[in-house]
T-cell receptor, first 115, second 112 residues
Framework: AQKVTQAQTEISVVEKEDVTLDCVYETRDTTYYLFWYKQPPSGELVFLIRRNSFDEQNEISGRYSWNFQKSTSSFNFTITASQVVDSAVYFCALSEVYTGNQFYFGTGTSLTVIP | GAGVSQSPSNKVTEKGKDVELRCDPISGHTALYWYRQSLGQGLEFLIYFQGNSAPDKSGLPSDRFSAERTGGSVSTLTIQRTQQEDSAVYLC??????????FGDGTRLSIL
């Protein structure tokens, strides 16, 4: 079974629209970490955020915000007022402490922001 | 530099040849990961090291693939008798426990 599911394969939005990227995870561990990475067309993987399983506070960083809900096993990522530079593939990932730091990546969501 | 270093950055080889890809993780990072990414695809997990041992080799596609890590540092991924379907970008990442993975720039492997 998929540990991390990103159901949206591709999303296109017009510049300045808000967009939410969904991430649903599955784990039996009580202690785990969730991550989002960005992979722009240039190819490098860029770390965006890490949350631990005990901290459900939403986080905002500029135009980016993350909504962590343990009740629904979701860790969604919202970009407000999207820009062309946001065009990239975004990966959600899970790291379970009991497996000794194994990472599980989702299949990614390709976001295209149209000017 | 202080980041994850992979070499070579590009490798072109003929079908049937063996190739060796190298990864230098960030100093002190105990965990090291290998992934494969084909064009336009997601990250395919290959193998993961904790120290010098590999708790999870489940992602290796076939017995032509092997990897080792020595001294808790450098890792090499070896592909024997390469096939055209092995063409991809091979990414290495390292991390501390529970911390974000830091990725190298990858090795772009092309099998002719």
């Amino acid at each position: 079974a998929q540990k991390v599911t990103q159901a949206q394969t591709e999303i296109s939005v017009v510049e300045k629209e808000d967009v939410t990227l969904d991430c649903v995870y599955e784990t039996r561990d009580t202690t785990y970490y969730l991550f989002w990475y960005k992979q722009p067309p240039s190819g490098e993987l860029v770390f965006l955020i890490r949350r631990n399983s005990f901290d459900e506070q939403n986080e905002i960083s500029g135009r980016y915000s993350w909504n962590f809900q343990k009740s629904t096993s979701s860790f969604n990522f919202t970009i407000t007022a999207s820009q062309v530079v946001d065009s990239a593939v975004y990966f959600c990932a899970l790291s379970e402490v009991y497996t000794g730091n194994q990472f599980y990546f989702g299949t990614g969501t390709s976001l295209t922001v149209i000017p | 530099g202080a980041g994850v270093s992979q070499s070579p950055s590009n490798k072109v080889t003929e079908k049937g040849k063996d190739v060796e890809l190298r990864c230098d993780p960030i100093s002190g990072h105990t965990a090291l990961y290998w992934y494969r990414q084909s064009l336009g695809q997601g990250l395919e997990f290959l193998i993961y090291f904790q120290g010098n041992s590999a708790p999870d080799k489940s992602g290796l596609p076939s017995d032509r693939f092997s990897a080792e890590r020595t001294g808790g540092s450098v890792s090499t991924l070896t592909i024997q008798r390469t096939q055209q379907e092995d063409s991809a970008v091979y990414l290495c990442a390292s991390s501390l426990i529970g911390q974000p993975q830091h990725f190298g720039d990858g090795t772009r492997l092309s099998i002719l």
